[in-house]
C-alpha cells in the first residue's frame, strides 16, 4: 500500500469517527500540510464519500450520508463488536428478518482475518442466548444457509432427524427462523416434491452447488406456522401411532404442517405418531382425527386403560340426564331512593 493510500485512509477512519474536523486538527494528526488535507479530500470524493467543507477560521470536514453506501473503515475493535451484535440480533430477532442479519455477519466474517474470527467465535460463547439456551450451531453454517436462502441456491446435505434416522437430501432454501433457541431452516424438498422444515443444528456435510433456482413464493403466516409446528414436534414421554382409514393425500390436505410424521400406509390409510407428557395429551391429539373417519392406536398400558376408563366416565356422563341447573340469587328489592340496575 502507498503512503498516499495509507494516509487516505487514516483520514477517512478520522472522519468516521468525528462529526466534524478542521482542516488544523486534521493536518496535525495525520502529520501533514493543510493543503495536502484538501487534496487527500478531493481522492475520497472521487471514491464516493460525500465530504462537506466550510471556510473560514471554524470551518473544516464533515463526513455526509450518501445516496448509496461506500466502503467503511473499521477497526478491529469495531469489527469484532459489529459481529457479535449482528449474532445477537440474529438470535434474539430484534430486527426485522434474521436471515438478512445472517447474510451481513457472514459477509462481514468472510473478510475478517483469522484472528478477528477468533475472537468472535470466543465472545459469542459467553453472550447470553436467553433463558433455554438452543443447540449451538457453527456460524459458517448458519452464514451459509442465510448466502443460499438470499440467492435461491440449491444446497445438499446429510440430516439426522430427530428419532435418529439419517437421510441425504436436495433442497431449495426459502428462510432461515429462530424458534424455542433453535434455529430452523424452511425449503422445498426437490426429492419429496413438497415444503420441509429442517432443525440447523441437525444438518450436517453442507454442499452449495452454485446452482440457482427460480424463488418459490411461500407466505409469511406459512412459514411462521412450519416453524411453528417444526419446534413443537419432539419425542415425548408418552407415544403411540393412529392409523387412520385416510388416505396419504387427503391427510396431509387435513392436518397440513401438523401432521409432522406421518407416513402412508397402502393407498387408503396414514398412520400418524401421536404423544404428549401423559395419556390425555395423546388423546388430544387423537381427537383431531376427521369426524367419521375410523381408526385404530397401539397407544400401550397402562395408558390404554387410563385413556378406556375416562372416556367411560365420559360417555357416561354424556348418557345420564343433565344436572340441575345451578340456582340464581333473587333479586334485592329496590328501596326508597334506590335505582334499579
Same mark, same amino acid.
Given at each position: 500500500? !502507498?503512503d498516499t493510500t495509507a494516509r ?7 472522519? @468516521?469517527?468525528?462529526?466534524?474536523? *478542521? ?17 487527500? +479530500? ?39 463488536? +459489529? ?8 438470535s434474539q430477532r430484534l430486527v ?15 473478510? =475478517? ?14 453472550v447470553p442466548s436467553g433463558p ?12 451459509? =444457509? ?56 441437525? +444438518?450436517?456435510?453442507?454442499?452449495? *452447488? ?25 419425542? @415425548? ?32 390409510? *396414514? ?5 404428549? !407428557? ?35 366416565? =365420559? ?27
Amino acid at each position: 500500500m !502507498s503512503d498516499t493510500t495509507a494516509r487516505a485512509l487514516r483520514l477517512l477512519s478520522l472522519l @468516521q469517527t468525528h462529526r466534524h474536523w *478542521t482542516s488544523t486538527e486534521l493536518g496535525e494528526r495525520l502529520g501533514i500540510t493543510s493543503r495536502t488535507v484538501r487534496r487527500d +479530500i478531493d481522492r475520497l470524493r472521487e471514491l464516493g464519500y460525500r465530504i462537506e467543507s466550510e471556510p473560514g477560521v471554524a470551518g473544516g470536514y464533515r463526513l455526509e450520508a450518501g445516496n448509496a453506501l461506500p466502503p467503511l473503515l473499521l477497526s478491529d475493535d469495531e469489527a469484532v463488536a +459489529i459481529a457479535i451484535g449482528l449474532r445477537i440480533a440474529a438470535s434474539q430477532r430484534l430486527v426485522d428478518g434474521p436471515q438478512t442479519t445472517l447474510s451481513a455477519l457472514a459477509k462481514l466474517e468472510q473478510v =475478517l482475518p483469522p484472528a478477528l474470527r477468533r475472537r468472535v467465535a470466543a465472545l459469542a460463547e459467553v453472550v447470553p442466548s436467553g433463558p433455554g439456551g438452543g443447540a449451538r450451531v457453527s456460524p459458517e453454517l448458519l452464514g451459509d =444457509l442465510a448466502l443460499a436462502c438470499r440467492d435461491h441456491e440449491r444446497l445438499r446435505f446429510d440430516y439426522t432427524s430427530v428419532t435418529g434416522e439419517a437421510s441425504s437430501r436436495r433442497v431449495e432454501p426459502h428462510s432461515l427462523a429462530p424458534a424455542e433457541r433453535n434455529w430452523y431452516l424452511v425449503c422445498w424438498d426437490l426429492d419429496r416434491e413438497d415444503w420441509r422444515t429442517f432443525r440447523v443444528d441437525r +444438518i450436517e456435510r453442507l454442499l452449495r *452447488t452454485r446452482v440457482l433456482a427460480a424463488p418459490r413464493e411461500l407466505a409469511e403466516e406459512t412459514v411462521a406456522e412450519m416453524v411453528l409446528a417444526a419446534s413443537s414436534w419432539s419425542p @415425548q414421554h408418552v407415544e403411540a401411532d393412529v392409523v387412520m382409514d385416510l388416505g396419504f393425500e387427503d391427510f396431509r390436505g387435513w392436518f397440513g404442517h401438523w401432521g409432522q410424521g406421518a407416513t402412508p400406509e397402502g393407498a387408503d390409510r *396414514t398412520r400418524w405418531p401421536v404423544g404428549g !407428557s401423559d395419556w390425555r395429551e395423546a388423546m388430544y391429539g387423537m381427537l383431531y382425527v376427521p369426524a367419521g373417519v375410523p381408526y385404530r392406536t397401539d397407544l400401550a398400558e397402562p395408558h390404554r386403560g387410563e385413556l378406556r376408563e375416562a372416556v367411560a366416565r =365420559l360417555l357416561a356422563a354424556l348418557e345420564a340426564a343433565p344436572p340441575e341447573p345451578r340456582a340464581t340469587e333473587a333479586p334485592r328489592p329496590v328501596r326508597g331512593g334506590e335505582i334499579a340496575g
